[in-house]
């Protein structure tokens, strides 16, 4: 997939996930999502964030945050949350066309606008269809990889087998489900390993 294709992907997906979000009751805004401790607002914020940095600004974040990707990304959290869900909604639209990002490969800019609209979508019960190439790329990626979320270190040693398209990645215990869903076991969404079977789910429930 070309670069520009992925960033067409990014953009369409973020105004999907925003078009989904419009109406929210507010405390459907503080549900717990699957990401951490981030509430849906926070998540959505912390996308913002990152649809807003630049290299140079993400250097210089870092460094005023003692070189703690912890405190950088929640200091980007505060920075876009505004006074209201509405603002965090409109603050969040206002980047939908950005093509900006902190360093590193696109690859992981998609996987972030998947894996994070997922860790708000699922608390909220919102269904939604993602491209299946876009979904191959981010699976793709993330099996090779151990950049903050540590996806390779996690599927170690287990087979992956899609149930819903031709994929799988890997040798040892199968487990197999939804391409989606292994997506999400994969970077860490335990909620996940619900949606799959097989003998190596002991080993990733094991896992953190």
């Given at each position: 997939?070309?670069?520009?294709?992925?960033?067409?992907?990014?953009?369409?997906?973020?105004?999907?996930?925003?078009?989904?979000?419009?109406?929210?009751?507010?405390?459907?805004?503080?549900?717990?999502?699957?990401?951490?401790?981030?509430?849906?607002?926070?998540?959505?914020?912390?996308?913002?964030?990152?649809?807003?940095?630049?290299?140079?600004?993400?250097?210089?974040t870092f460094l005023g945050s003692g070189f703690n990707f912890k405190s950088l990304?929640?200091?980007?959290?505060?920075?876009?949350?505004?006074?209201?869900?509405?603002?965090?909604?409109?603050?969040?639209?206002?980047?939908?066309?950005?093509?900006?990002?902190?360093?590193?490969?696109?690859?992981?800019?998609?996987?972030?606008?998947?894996?994070?609209?997922?860790?708000?979508?699922?608390?909220?019960?919102?269904?939604?269809?993602?491209?299946?190439?876009?979904?191959?790329?981010?699976?793709?990626?993330?099996?090779?990889?151990?950049?903050?979320?540590?996806?390779?270190?996690?599927?170690?040693?287990?087979?992956?087998?899609?149930?819903?398209?031709?994929?799988?990645?890997?040798?040892?215990?199968?487990?197999?489900?939804?391409?989606?869903?292994?997506?999400?076991?994969?970077?860490?969404?335990?909620?996940?390993?619900?949606?799959?079977?097989?003998?190596?789910?002991?080993?990733?429930?094991?896992?953190?």
């Amino acid at each position: 997939m070309a670069v520009k294709d992925q960033w067409t992907l990014i953009h369409a997906e973020r105004d999907a996930l925003a078009g989904d979000l419009v109406g929210l009751d507010p405390g459907q805004w503080q549900n717990p999502s699957l990401c951490g401790q981030w509430t849906v607002r926070e998540v959505l914020a912390h996308m913002t964030s990152t649809a807003a940095m630049t290299p140079a600004k993400f250097v210089a974040t870092f460094l005023g945050s003692g070189f703690n990707f912890k405190s950088l990304t929640s200091k980007g959290v505060r920075s876009e949350l505004g006074d209201s869900p509405a603002e965090t909604l409109e603050r969040f639209k206002a980047q939908g066309a950005s093509r900006t990002s902190p360093p590193g490969p696109i690859d992981s800019w998609v996987g972030e606008t998947i894996v994070h609209a997922e860790d708000i979508r699922r608390p909220l019960v919102i269904a939604h269809t993602y491209a299946p190439a876009a979904v191959r790329l981010v699976a793709d990626f993330y099996v090779g990889s151990n950049l903050l979320i540590g996806a390779k270190n996690r599927i170690a040693g287990v087979a992956l087998r899609a149930t819903d398209t031709d994929w799988s990645h890997g040798s040892g215990p199968q487990v197999s489900g939804p391409l989606l869903s292994l997506v999400m076991a994969m970077t860490g969404r335990k909620v996940a390993l619900d949606d799959l079977e097989g003998p190596g789910l002991e080993v990733l429930h094991s896992r953190d």
